[in-house]
């Protein structure tokens, strides 16, 4: 149990256009799901919270414009990358956690999607 | 605020060693500990976690225990195999409106050779 899912695993783009990466939770209800940011050998950098049908809350330093999330379902959360840059590549880990106790303190994390911007 | 700090790798072993990975953290309250592991490529995944003092997570045949008194929650594993390599995040989580973010540690990274 408790998988989650991310598409797609890589994606290549010129810069300038726009990518949406998509973030499932499988075999349960997310109440909240997160989107981090990894460098290269470095630990992960948390974007934004969001919660289902509610805008999502972002870290300082992210840019809201440029990095759009939806948290339309309790099991499905999109970011897009707008207008992508070279400094945008990255690897986008999206986590989600269940909303019921015991285990309402765990996230489970999807396997990553590798950004390519050219 | 919340912190983890975790030993820096790299953390080379042989095939069978023992392998402690030290964690300690700062925070407020009674927060959840967490080991993840990521593979190459890969996001994470959990390896086990304690949500009280004197909790002991185990999987796989790794183990931590909380222990509030010295904030620790240190990963163990007795005989470490080549497939173990891989990063291994110390993270912490705390309620209080914070929708359970998670802290994390740095990461360390195991090799572990045959």
């Known amino acids: 149990g408790a998988v989650v899912s991310q598409h797609p695993s890589w994606v290549i783009c010129k810069s300038g256009t726009s990518v949406k990466i998509e973030c499932r939770s499988l075999?349960?209800?997310?109440?909240?799901m997160f989107w981090y940011r990894q460098f290269p050998k470095q630990s992960l950098m948390l974007m934004a919270t969001?919660?289902?049908?509610?805008?999502?809350?972002?870290e300082q330093g992210v840019e809201k414009d440029k990095f759009l999330i939806n948290h339309a379902s309790l099991t499905l959360s999109t970011l897009t990358v707008t207008s992508a840059h070279p400094e945008d590549s990255s690897f986008y880990i999206c986590?989600?956690?269940?909303?019921?106790?015991?285990?309402?303190?765990?996230?489970?994390f999807g396997p990553g999607t590798r950004l390519t911007v050219l | 605020g919340n912190s983890v700090t975790q030993m820096e790798g790299p953390v080379t072993l042989s095939e069978e060693a023992f392998l402690t990975i030290n964690c300690t953290y700062t925070a407020t309250g009674y927060p959840s500990l967490f080991w993840y592991v990521q593979y190459p490529g890969e996001g994470l995944q959990l390896l086990l976690k304690a949500t009280k003092a004197d909790d002991k997570g185990s999987n796989k045949g790794f183990e931590a225990t909380y222990r509030k008194e010295t904030t620790s929650f240190h990963l163990e594993k007795g005989s470490v195999q080549v497939s173990d390599s891989a990063v291994y995040f110390c993270?912490?989580?705390?309620?209080?409106?914070?929708?359970?973010?998670?802290?994390f540690g740095k990461g360390t990274l195991l090799t572990v050779n045959p």
């Open positions: 986590s989600a956690r269940e909303g019921l106790a015991p285990l309402s303190d765990t996230q489970y």
């Open positions: 993270a912490l989580s705390n309620s209080g409106g914070s929708n359970y973010k998670l802290t």
């Open positions: 969001s919660n289902e049908g509610s805008k999502a809350t972002y």
């Open positions: 075999d349960f209800q997310a109440t909240t």
